[in-house]
């Protein structure tokens, strides 16, 4: 069971948006603005594509944001493109004994 | 731009220890930029924080895997290592190491797949 909850799934059009959510608690998500996200196509690693909550590293589309509320973080992909597909992880630091804390991921189809 | 290779055994007998290298590229392991990181993905099933170890040695472990967890740096070398003891079938996994910075994971290794079995 992860420490971060995810739908496990969600599904779009092309050109829609979607949003994930991820779930944490007071101890993590809540706590610290250092909820990052990953994308992962099948047999490839992950890919980070925003850190520290809402901030895009370079070369990552515009498309893809990122958000908090509470202790609950949320990714948003606009402009749905058949390449978005793929699992995305949330993942978030939990303080000096714990550290680091995935979730469990979620698959976004592209109808 | 740093590139990440990992290398070692992909099977390992039950009870054994599982010990993986790490080869960073592009960038110096000593720069103190990054925590040098290990993850590992069961197959078919999501992402787990293993540990870092810091350049100077420092390390941080998942509380969860802590007492078979040990990862070390060779500065030298421009690698870093992982030994996990006492495996299990359950140890089983695709292993990424990765570069990391205020805890996000911007660099990652391509992975390799251990698999534990008699």
């Known amino acids: 069971q992860s420490a971060l909850t995810q739908p496990a799934s969600v599904s779009g059009s092309p050109g829609q948006s979607i949003t994930i959510s991820c779930t944490g608690t007071s101890s993590d998500v809540g706590s610290y603005n250092l909820v990052s996200w990953y994308q992962q196509h099948p047999g490839k690693a992950p890919k980070l594509m925003i850190y520290e909550g809402s901030k895009r590293p370079s070369g990552v589309s515009n498309r893809f944001s990122g958000s908090k509320s509470g202790n609950t973080a949320s990714l948003t992909i606009s402009g749905l493109q058949a390449e978005d597909e793929a699992d995305y992880y949330c993942?978030?630091?939990?303080?000096?004994?714990?550290?680091?804390?995935f979730g469990g991921g979620t698959k976004l189809t592209v109808l | 731009q740093v590139q990440l290779q990992e290398s070692g055994p992909g099977l390992v007998k039950p009870s054994q220890t599982l010990s993986l290298t790490c080869t960073v590229s592009?960038?110096?392991?000593?720069?103190?930029?990054?925590?040098w990181s290990w993850i590992r993905q069961p197959p078919g099933k999501g992402l787990e924080w293993i540990g870092y170890?810091?350049?100077?040695?420092?390390?941080y472990y998942n509380p969860s895997l802590k007492s078979r967890v040990t990862i070390s740096v060779d500065t030298s070398k421009n690698q870093f290592s992982l030994k996990l003891s006492s495996v299990t079938a359950a140890d089983t996994a695709v292993y990424y190491c990765a570069g990391a910075r205020d805890y996000s994971f911007d660099y990652w290794g391509q992975g390799t797949l251990v698999t534990v079995s008699s």
């Open positions: 993942c978030s630091y939990a303080g000096s004994s714990t550290y680091v804390v």
């Open positions: 170890i810091y350049y100077s040695g420092s390390t």
């Open positions: 592009g960038g110096s392991i000593s720069s103190g930029d990054y925590y």
